[in-house]
């Protein structure tokens, strides 16, 4: 697992970056105002898919892996193996920004990583592919209700790359579904107050669309998909349409929750003349009204990596930063509405019994 032991001015940071459940980045005493929960997609990480390092910027792999290899190695992955052998491993050394950047810009937030095994073939491994995605909503809802048993009504803002916004859209949904009397379930959809989107398919078929995306990414990456059945990457529609009506029915309803979509400007340059966007502008925007569509100026896989120089930090500095801090004053302006309310009340029954 990779070290990340940089202190910072909020305390020193775990030794490990778990490759499952939600990690903790934040340390010590100060007193937090907002949980922030990154969630990665298919075939990512914890750690590396929010890492800059060298090679990011669109490179090309310099070697292709040996056909069917990837797949081989993914169904040989275990959850006992160190994160270096599991895809999407954490590089050596880079910028992490979750780490090296969120704990400085906002000192009053808790940050989270969440990791679960996102390889291929387990995620859309067998008749239950769909469940998988209801599997991962639900485990990060269970650890999220439990790191949360002290500070229920404190604001949640997700940050999710690509299918990984699906498993925050699930870990809502059975929010939603919560039965009467579990309010430590309810409060985790009543508390978000804002999702990033980097790269996530919401629009169309969705499970169609995510069949698509994992033959670009295998082309892309230059994986064989020989001994993977890609039919499994299309389940139930129906599934993934209830999913997506009801997220907008949250928006709809949830006076708290908005939402920024992030787009790829580039096409990733891969294997065998693969050059095309994974995400389709159409397929990554969800078009609701409590949505904001922004352009990245990078391609899929580097949408959401940083550094301190360069054209990344020109995207973190001027187009992601910014939208966490809109969602975070959105909910400032509400609090303080609602206590001039409050004022308003007490003013006029003081007014009505006064003498």
Same mark, same amino acid.
């Given at each position: 697992?990779?070290s990340?032991t940089?202190?910072t001015?909020?305390g020193?940071?775990p030794?490990?970056?778990?490759i499952?459940?939600?990690?903790?980045? =934040? +340390?010590?005493?100060?007193v &937090?105002?907002?949980? @922030?929960? $990154?969630?990665?997609?298919?075939? /990512?990480?914890?750690?590396?898919t929010?890492?800059?390092?060298?090679?990011?910027s669109?490179q090309?792999?310099?070697?292709?892996?040996?056909k069917?290899s990837?797949f081989r190695?993914?169904?040989?992955?275990t959850?006992?193996?160190?994160?270096a052998?599991?895809?999407?491993?954490?590089?050596?050394?880079g910028?992490f920004?979750?780490?090296d950047f969120l704990?400085?810009d906002?000192p009053k937030?808790r940050?989270?990583?969440y990791g679960y095994?996102s390889?291929?073939?387990?995620?859309?491994?067998?008749p239950a592919?769909?469940?998988?995605?209801l599997?991962?909503?639900?485990?990060l809802?269970?650890?999220?209700? =439990? +790191?949360?048993?002290?500070? &229920?009504?404190?604001p @949640?803002? $997700?940050i999710a790359?690509?299918l /990984?916004g699906?498993?925050?859209?699930?870990?809502?949904?059975?929010?939603?579904l919560?039965e009467?009397?579990?309010?430590d379930?309810?409060?985790?959809?009543a508390s978000t107050?804002?999702?990033?989107?980097f790269g996530?398919?919401h629009?169309?078929?969705?499970?169609?669309?995510?069949?698509?995306?994992?033959?670009?990414?295998a082309?892309?990456?230059?994986?064989s998909?020989?001994?993977?059945?890609l039919?499994?990457?299309?389940?139930n529609d129906?599934m993934?349409q209830?999913?997506r009506?009801?997220?907008?029915?949250?928006?709809d309803?949830?006076k708290?929750?908005?939402?920024?979509?992030?787009?790829?400007?580039?096409?990733?340059k891969?294997?065998?003349?693969?050059?095309?966007k994974?995400?389709d502008?159409?397929?990554?925007?969800?078009g609701?009204?409590r949505e904001?569509?922004?352009?990245?100026?990078?391609?899929h896989?580097?949408?959401?990596k940083?550094?301190?120089?360069?054209?990344?930090?020109?995207n973190?500095e001027?187009?992601?930063k910014?939208?966490?801090s809109r969602?975070m004053?959105?909910v400032?302006?509400?609090?303080?509405?609602?206590t001039?309310?409050v004022?308003r009340?007490v003013?006029?029954f003081d007014?009505?019994?006064?003498?």
């Amino acid at each position: 697992m990779a070290s990340t032991t940089t202190p910072t001015m909020n305390g020193p940071v775990p030794v490990t970056i778990s490759i499952y459940g939600l990690t903790e980045l =934040t +340390q010590g005493d100060a007193v &937090r105002e907002f949980d @922030i929960v $990154f969630v990665h997609g298919l075939q /990512g990480h914890p750690e590396s898919t929010w890492t800059f390092s060298e090679g990011t910027s669109n490179q090309t792999p310099a070697k292709p892996p040996s056909k069917g290899s990837f797949f081989r190695r993914s169904v040989k992955a275990t959850a006992t193996e160190p994160a270096a052998d599991l895809p999407g491993a954490p590089p050596p050394s880079g910028t992490f920004w979750p780490r090296d950047f969120l704990l400085e810009d906002f000192p009053k937030a808790r940050v989270f990583t969440y990791g679960y095994d996102s390889s291929v073939s387990h995620f859309f491994a067998g008749p239950a592919n769909s469940d998988n995605i209801l599997d991962r909503g639900r485990d990060l809802l269970e650890r999220l209700v =439990t +790191q949360r048993e002290k500070v &229920r009504g404190r604001p @949640i803002i $997700f940050i999710a790359h690509s299918l /990984g916004g699906l498993v925050v859209k699930s870990a809502l949904r059975l929010s939603a579904l919560a039965e009467d009397g579990a309010k430590d379930h309810e409060d985790i959809l009543a508390s978000t107050a804002g999702i990033l989107f980097f790269g996530t398919p919401h629009r169309g078929s969705l499970w169609v669309s995510t069949g698509k995306i994992i033959s670009r990414f295998a082309k892309a990456m230059g994986f064989s998909t020989s001994n993977v059945d890609l039919d499994l990457l299309r389940p139930n529609d129906a599934m993934l349409q209830i999913l997506r009506d009801d997220f907008r029915r949250r928006l709809d309803n949830q006076k708290l929750l908005h939402v920024t979509s992030f787009q790829e400007s580039k096409g990733y340059k891969g294997f065998n003349g693969f050059d095309e966007k994974i995400v389709d502008p159409d397929s990554s925007e969800i078009g609701h009204a409590r949505e904001r569509r922004l352009p990245v100026n990078a391609n899929h896989m580097d949408m959401c990596k940083y550094s301190r120089t360069g054209p990344t930090w020109v995207n973190y500095e001027q187009v992601v930063k910014p939208q966490i801090s809109r969602h975070m004053n959105r909910v400032y302006e509400a609090l303080r509405e609602s206590t001039a309310i409050v004022q308003r009340k007490v003013h006029a029954f003081d007014f009505q019994h006064a003498g």
